[in-house]
């Protein structure tokens, strides 16, 4: 995922908010994804955002994009241990998602 | 939110042999699939579009020979892993476009070990 990029690691005590920080090149890129994923298994969406948004919220998650700065973030509210995960963020260029490094969550009691 | 479903989630196999995996989508229809690769503790890389009713599209240096792709229903994609080597040993997930516009949707992923 050389287009989008995210910091490896990111840890946070349980109940504070976490913020995952994802960068991407192509302002033409029509959907943002959140996804996470646990050990062994799939990716499991988390959200998505239209690039013509600036926020979308959905319970404890909230996603900014700021698209002059081609930033997108993913607030966890009250962040849980069951968070604790690993999170891509990915970008849809011409049909195809193109996926960052992802951020590995770790969540302390 | 909408399923995909994969089988098998492990498949042990020896060097040589062939090895399918498949990619259902439960309860929706999905005219194209997508099928990536993912290692250990690194990010999932494109292998290829499938599409129902036609040839797969392999993204470079994907081979299509050792990756056989067929996509014979609206619900089913399958991939075989043709003279499997070690190197092969992957974790493979596919995806679907769900029914709403800008969803996609993950399997659980299938491990594969090659002996």
């Known amino acids: 995922g050389e287009d989008v990029e995210q910091s490896l690691f990111l840890s946070v005590r349980e109940g504070d908010s976490s913020v995952i920080n994802c960068t991407y090149t192509?302002?033409?890129?029509?959907?943002l994804y959140w996804y996470k994923q646990e050990p062994g298994a799939g990716l499991q969406l988390l959200t998505y955002?239209?690039?013509?948004?600036d926020m979308k919220q959905d319970q404890r998650l909230t996603v900014l994009l700021n698209k002059k700065d081609k930033h997108l973030s993913l607030r966890i509210a009250d962040t849980q241990t069951g968070d604790s995960a690993i999170y891509f963020c990915?970008?849809?260029?011409?049909?195809?998602?193109?996926f960052g490094q992802g951020t590995e969550l770790s969540v302390k009691p | 939110g909408a399923v995909v479903s994969q089988h098998p989630s492990r498949v042990i196999c020896k060097s040589g042999t062939s090895v399918k995996i498949e990619c259902r989508s439960l309860?929706?229809?999905?005219?194209?699939m997508f099928w990536y690769r993912q290692f250990p503790k690194q990010s999932l890389m494109l292998m290829a579009t499938?599409?129902?009713?036609?040839?797969?599209?392999?993204e470079q240096g994907v081979e299509k020979d050792k990756f056989l792709i067929n996509h014979a229903s609206l619900t089913l994609s399958t991939l075989t892993v043709t003279s499997a080597h070690p190197e092969d040993s992957s974790f493979y997930i596919c995806?679907?476009?769900?029914?709403?516009?800008?969803?996609?949707?993950f399997g659980e992923g299938s491990r594969l070990t090659v002996l």
């Open positions: 499938s599409n129902e009713g036609s040839k797969a599209t392999y």
């Open positions: 309860d929706f229809q999905a005219t194209t």
């Open positions: 990915a970008e849809k260029k011409g049909g195809k998602l193109i």
């Open positions: 955002i239209f690039s013509n948004m």
């Open positions: 192509d302002s033409s890129s029509t959907y």
């Open positions: 995806s679907a476009s769900g029914p709403n516009t800008g969803e996609l949707f």
